[in-house]
Structures are given as C-alpha cells and as structure tokens.
C-alpha cells in the first residue's frame, strides 16, 4: 500500500446520495485506476486513466464517474447512490500499465 | 468473452508443504500474467509476474510457470507458512496495447495453511 492512500476507508451513505472516493498516490505512475470488489465477481474494474484528464470506461461503468485534474489524484464519483453500489472499491496506479499497486480500499454501505 | 479462471477455489496445506496454484486463460493475446496476493482486510499485493517469452519465472519462495500451448498459469509456493495464508489472483493483460493496459482478473483461490 507503500503510496497510495485512499479516503474514506469506511463510509455508510443512503441511497440516492452523491459519493466521492479519493485515490492519492506519491508515485507520480501515469496510469490509475478504480476497481470494485464482490464477492462471486473477484475484480472488476470501473473507469482507469491514462493521464491527467485522460480517462476511459471499463467493465462496470454505470453509475460512476471519474476525474484526474492532477497526476496524484483520481477521484470516483457514484452520482446518486444505488444498495447495488455496496461495495468495497480498491485504487491501483502503474507505471507501465502491467504491474498494478493497489490501495487498501474503500468499503462502502449504501442503505 | 475472454476470461480467466481458477481450476479450485480453495487450497488446504500443511506448513512446511510445497503449495501449488492454477489459473487457465483463454485470451492468446494475453502477453503478461501477474499473481496477487489478498489477506483479509487488505488490498491485493503483488506477488511475481511474468510474461509470455518466458516459460518460469521465480522469487523468493514463489515460482511461476507459464504454459502457453494449454493456456496454463501456476503459482507455487515453496515451504508454505502460516502467513500465506489468503486469497491468490492470477490476472492477465489480454495483450492490449494502446493508452492503457487493463488487467483482467481470475476470481480466486483461497489458500489455507493448516497447523
């Protein structure tokens, strides 16, 4: 977890509010991205981010939104919170695109 | 779609013992393998990688062999210890270039080590 930190570690909102998880990494990696874990679906990744304001979909995009102004940080969105979003959300950067370092995740309840 | 998968999802061993993991793949393309390691609680820790003009690759305790010709990924782990204890991941790159690799990932096995 050497340089990312993720924030908040828990957090317990209702459905339809707005969420914000925050990724900040001391690594200065190009690439970042937001993953979600389930149990019986492993990984799966959300959106990821190639460069400050560069950002693509991944597998389980909706209902999500990203934004990278600075390269240390990348934020994920939930823009009105669903009980299907519980989850806990892990951040991982990479230098090259291959090897991925991730965060200590996010546990989020949404009731 | 391309997957990757798991042949068991649970592992006993006793420590001390020899541990071994598989994960299939079934994207050719693929030309990167990398082991995860997830303790409960935790994020997912890099293990050992691997890519595909190799066929093993090893560190400390840890080895990966790769078999391409049956699509074949495995982790093991020499002298398992009570710390080893956790879920492994085996994930691959698909072979993507472009602006950005992702990785996809196996649903994992969880290793226990028994007394």
């Known amino acids: 977890d050497a340089g990312i930190t993720q924030s908040p570690r828990h957090k317990v909102t209702e459905t339809g509010t707005p969420v914000t998880l925050r990724c900040h990494q001391t690594?200065?990696?190009?690439?970042m991205y937001w993953y979600r874990q389930d149990p019986g679906h492993g990984l799966r990744l959300i959106h990821y981010s190639y460069g400050v304001k560069d950002t693509d979909k991944g597998e389980v995009s909706d209902g999500y939104s990203v934004s990278r102004s600075k390269t240390e940080d990348f934020l994920l969105t939930l823009e009105s919170a669903t009980s299907s979003q519980t989850s806990v959300y892990f951040c991982?950067?990479?230098?090259?695109?291959?090897?991925?370092?991730f965060g200590p995740g996010t546990r989020l309840t949404v009731l | 779609g391309e997957s990757v998968g798991l042949h068991l999802p649970t592992l006993s061993v006793q420590e001390g013992d020899n541990s071994i993991i598989n994960c299939a793949y079934s994207?050719?393309?693929?030309?990167?393998f990398i082991w995860y390691k997830q303790e409960s609680g935790k994020g997912p820790q890099f293990i050992i990688d691997i890519r595909s003009n190799m066929d093993k690759r090893q560190g400390q305790r840890v080895t990966v062999l790769l078999n391409k010709t049956v699509k074949h990924l495995s982790l093991q782990i020499a002298a398992t210890q009570p710390g080893d204890s956790a879920v492994y991941f085996c994930a691959e790159n698909g072979g993507q270039g472009g602006s950005a690799r992702q990785l996809t990932f196996g649903s994992g096995t969880q290793l226990t080590v028994l007394p």
């Open positions: 690594e200065n990696h190009r690439y």
């Open positions: 994207n050719s393309a693929s030309d990167y």
């Open positions: 991982a950067i990479s230098l090259s695109g291959n090897e991925q370092f």
